[in-house]
């Protein structure tokens, strides 16, 4: 499929780039991306909760009344689960969520969202840009030029620190590179926005 090149004033530059089928025009497969997303919210948990036990509960282990006769249940402990300030039966644990997904899986989960975007037209191609220095308002500017509403997402090339840091502290707007792209982050924009010296390097790490 082919792809008109914008510049950062939201002129068409009259130039188009053919984009890779293998890349850009496949099926999409949902269950992919649903293992990807899935590892990557995984990943995003600490797994830090923690509840006591009741080993771990504060208090006397004296038997709290006698054996038979009280006319209700035998009770040993205060520690025990059924009185209030007991420890908790089966109470979450410290643990680790993430869990292991082939480099096939991921390649296709992407390549799929990629194709997903394309195919609904949220997929655009614009000229590289820089800044002189870290400015929010120009960044801004570009997004006013480009007519962006909602969330938005800008593929860069490479690493561009004035350009992160003037889009940084736009609450709709999601920065990345084309070696970091994930799955997660391409579904959960309206958007898409690729530099154009980055779709070189997407085809080129997603193809091989």
């Given at each position: 499929m082919e792809l008109s090149v914008f510049n950062i004033k939201g002129e068409d530059t009259g130039r188009k780039v053919t984009l890779s089928d293998a890349v850009f025009g496949v099926e999409p497969n949902q269950h992919a991306?649903?293992?990807?997303?899935?590892?990557?919210?995984?990943?995003?948990?600490?797994?830090?909760?923690?509840s006591k036990e009741r080993n771990e509960?504060?208090?006397?282990?004296?038997?709290i009344k006698k054996q038979k006769g009280t006319g209700g249940a035998r009770a040993g402990s205060l520690k025990s689960p059924v009185f209030v300030?007991?420890?908790?039966?089966?109470?979450?644990?410290?643990?680790?969520?993430?869990?292991?997904?082939n480099k096939k899986s991921k390649a296709a989960a992407r390549i799929s969202a990629l194709s997903l975007l394309a195919r609904d037209s949220k997929l655009s191609l614009i000229e590289s840009f820089n800044f002189d220095a870290p400015k929010t308002k120009e960044f801004k500017s570009i997004l006013s030029n480009l007519k962006v509403e909602g969330?938005?997402?800008f593929i860069l090339s490479?690493?561009?620190q004035n350009v992160v840091l003037s889009g940084r502290n736009l609450p709709k707007v999601k920065i990345?590179?084309?070696?970091?792209?994930?799955?997660?982050?391409?579904?959960?924009?309206?958007k898409v926005?690729?530099?154009?010296?980055?779709?070189?390097?997407?085809?080129?790490l997603l193809s091989a």
């Open positions: 991306m649903y293992l990807d997303v899935k590892q990557y919210l995984a990943n995003q948990r600490q797994g830090t909760h923690k509960v504060a208090g006397s282990t004296k038997k300030g007991g420890g908790r039966v089966f109470g979450p644990k410290p643990r680790n969520y993430s869990f292991k997904l969330k938005s997402m490479d690493v561009n990345a590179t084309a070696n970091d792209i994930n799955t997660y982050d391409l579904l959960n924009t309206d926005y690729l530099v154009e010296d980055s779709i070189s390097i997407i085809e080129n």
